[in-house]
């Protein structure tokens, strides 16, 4: 699935992306992963702290494949977002 489909996909179904990591941004209660895709942007919701700490140790330009539930959510990118996902690191930024 491209990061464009997740707006059109029904609320609590399962959807996978895989994509670089655009940005994060950590609030006090939840961070959220920016992932690009060849179709544009997808935001992903991570609350869980093991999930966190994964995510604070893959640079920007990482690539990773995000499975997660679909949540409607009209401020996310494509007007839906991740929610509860499993992030599997496929490749980390190339070091020049």
């Given at each position: 699935m491209l990061a464009r489909d997740l707006g059109s996909t029904a609320s609590g179904e399962r959807a996978t992306l895989a994509g670089w990591v655009h940005r994060r941004r950590?609030?006090?209660s939840v961070t959220f992963l920016v992932l690009r895709d060849r179709s544009g942007l997808a935001q992903v919701v991570?609350?869980?702290?093991?999930?966190?700490?994964?995510?604070a140790g893959l640079p920007e330009e990482s690539v990773v494949e995000v499975t997660g539930t679909v949540s409607a959510?009209?401020?996310?990118?494509?007007?839906?977002?991740?929610v509860e996902p499993t992030i599997t690191p496929l490749t980390e930024?190339?070091?020049a």
């Amino acid at each position: 699935m491209l990061a464009r489909d997740l707006g059109s996909t029904a609320s609590g179904e399962r959807a996978t992306l895989a994509g670089w990591v655009h940005r994060r941004r950590k609030l006090a209660s939840v961070t959220f992963l920016v992932l690009r895709d060849r179709s544009g942007l997808a935001q992903v919701v991570v609350k869980d702290d093991e999930t966190v700490r994964q995510l604070a140790g893959l640079p920007e330009e990482s690539v990773v494949e995000v499975t997660g539930t679909v949540s409607a959510n009209a401020s996310a990118p494509g007007g839906a977002e991740l929610v509860e996902p499993t992030i599997t690191p496929l490749t980390e930024r190339a070091v020049a």
